[in-house]
């Protein structure tokens, strides 16, 4: 393997950083690395994949396997965008390796598996960094200043609320995709878990929902249109330590895309939370308009960077995941999702290629999250 370099960081020089997974989402970590190369505070080292970079990587070296990248490149962070039944595998070599890591969504398909790489990550004095990037956008704290200077009066609720699209060929786009294990070894792919993970772990946020104790249970009702394992029309209610609830109505059979959004239920008005937006609305009763501002979002490999250099405060360390992989446990340990009669999906072929739509979904969805109760509570036809 050679001489190591020195490592970066406590020497002053820039942070030693390796990317896995670089298509997809992967590519915005290269982008967001590169860009901080030019910062002078990391160097991009190398990158991995098993496909060939479809996008500039710098004079980083490419390796086709995450595992010989961690080994062989002497790096002081690894960003893992990789498959989510490689991310505690991988993220232990990395901690084992005297690396940092910057670790996808969802962490870990357990909360074991959460807490037993919590405790390597300590015994090895290492960070990792979880990419919820909607936790690192000031507009969290924001709504909760909104909520506990009694805006909107007593919280009664929260929900969370995404209707996507997803092409049919996302279900085939890889082997793990769509499924809930894969030889024996759980994925946990799925609506709820992973496209819009967001808005569940932004929801549990706003709520303060951080520990796996905040929650106290979930009921999931997860259904599928298309030929997959995994959920892809989901509704579900979470009940919280104090009482309150979120509901959630999270779905890829949608007719359009829509902006998905978090809510908070006052008994003086609403607060939504356009999540990917930064957006915060303050919707009181009787006022004709809403109070709309837009707050600003800090980069998760940053803050990790910074952390590192600096001493600054993690925005989403492992622990602050446990309530989110709570629910992911409920949703790894339920039963399989059911089908969606045909008499309720149309097949569609649009500019979004071709995909599945279950009729009327938006307006059972948006009575989910107002009603606090699950598509099979509040009547949807397509439920039953």
């Not at 030019?38 to 500039?56: C, F, K, M, S, T």
């Not at 990789?82 to 910057?102: C, D, K």
């Not at 996808?104 to 300590?122: F, G, I, N, Q, Y």
């Not at 209707?163 to 995709?177: E, L």
């Amino acid at each position: 393997m050679g001489e190591r370099m020195p490592r970066g960081g406590a020497s002053g020089d820039p942070l030693r950083v390796g990317v896995a997974g670089i298509h997809g989402h992967g590519a915005t970590h290269v982008a967001e690395a590169l860009r901080l190369e030019r910062a002078g505070r990391v160097r991009l080292i190398a990158v991995a994949d098993h496909r060939a970079p479809e996008i500039a990587v710098g004079e980083a070296a490419v390796f086709a396997d995450a595992a010989a990248m961690i080994a062989d490149a002497d790096l002081d962070l690894v960003v893992l965008s990789t498959p989510i039944h490689t991310h505690v595998p991988l993220a232990r070599a990395a901690l084992e390796g005297g690396a940092h890591v910057l670790l996808e969504k969802p962490p870990a398909p357990s909360s074991l598996e959460l807490e037993e790489l919590d405790a390597a990550a300590r015994a090895a004095g290492r960070a990792v960094q979880v990419g919820f990037q909607s936790l690192g956008s000031t507009a969290i704290d924001a709504v909760r200043e909104l909520v506990a200077g009694g805006v909107v009066g007593e919280v009664r609720a929260y929900g969370a609320l995404g209707t996507w699209v997803r092409a049919v060929d996302y279900w085939t786009r890889s082997a793990w995709a769509g499924r809930r294990e894969l030889d024996g070894v759980p994925v946990v792919d799925g609506a709820v878990t992973n496209p819009l993970a967001h808005a569940v772990a932004t929801a549990l946020a706003v709520a303060g929902a951080r520990s796996a104790h905040d929650v106290v249970d979930v009921e999931l009702d997860l259904l599928r249109a298309n030929a997959i394992q995994a959920d892809d029309t989901s509704s579900l209610v979470i009940r919280l330590r104090d009482g309150r609830t979120v509901a959630g109505a999270l779905a890829l059979t949608a007719s359009r895309r829509s902006e998905p959004c978090v809510t908070v239920e006052g008994e003086l008005g609403r607060i939504v939370l356009w999540y990917t937006l930064d957006i915060v609305q303050v919707v009181r009763d009787g006022e004709p308009f809403p109070a709309t501002t837009r707050h600003p979002r800090v980069s998760l490999l940053e803050n990790l960077v910074s952390h590192i250099t600096a001493g600054d405060e993690l925005l989403v360390p492992l622990g602050a995941t446990a309530a989110f992989t709570r629910v992911l446990d409920a949703v790894r340990a339920g039963p399989d999702p059911r089908p969606i009669a045909t008499e309720h999906i149309e097949r569609v072929h649009d500019g979004a290629g071709e995909h599945l739509v279950v009729r009327d979904l938006e307006r059972w969805a948006a009575r989910v999250v107002a009603e606090q109760a699950t598509f099979a509570d509040v009547g949807a036809p397509f439920a039953r």
